[in-house]
């Protein structure tokens, strides 16, 4: 995994980071199929988060959401344009799946147009039938459900 620049910290979210978490969402959301959240939203989840600070600033950013007692989804996964290619995107879903393995999930997911990427973190394809609690919930409510372009991959923790 490559090294973070010494300027870079993964941190557990804080209520200050929220709107720079909600202007990195909001930004590739409206640039890919990062799903749009609003900042009470952020708020609501802001334990899920961890971030990436380059001292004061949200570099980047993702979540790990609890789905059942041994599944959880690795979500919002975010980095400002200018720090792409550094590892930060690594090292938050390493972070995550350290989180994960620590409260005893057996598996995180992802629903994820960048399926190579993932793989490269040792991510395996599933079928997102193998997520009811996820379709359910969430993607029925998704404007491009029926159009779903979205791969699901899994990993074991």
Partial sequence: ???LAPTITIENARVVHAPQIHRLVSYWA?????LPKSLGQIYENLREFVVALDGDSVAGAAALHI???DLAEIRSVVVEDGHLAQGIGKHLIERLVEEARVL???RVFVLTD???WFARLGFEPIDKGDLPHKVWRDCVHCPIFTACTEVALARTV
């Fill in 104 to 106: 005893g999930i057996e």
């Fill in 114 to 116: 960048k399926p190579e």
């Fill in 1 to 3: 995994m490559p090294q």
């Fill in 30 to 34: 409206s640039r890919t199929p990062v």
């Fill in 67 to 69: 789905d059942w007692a």
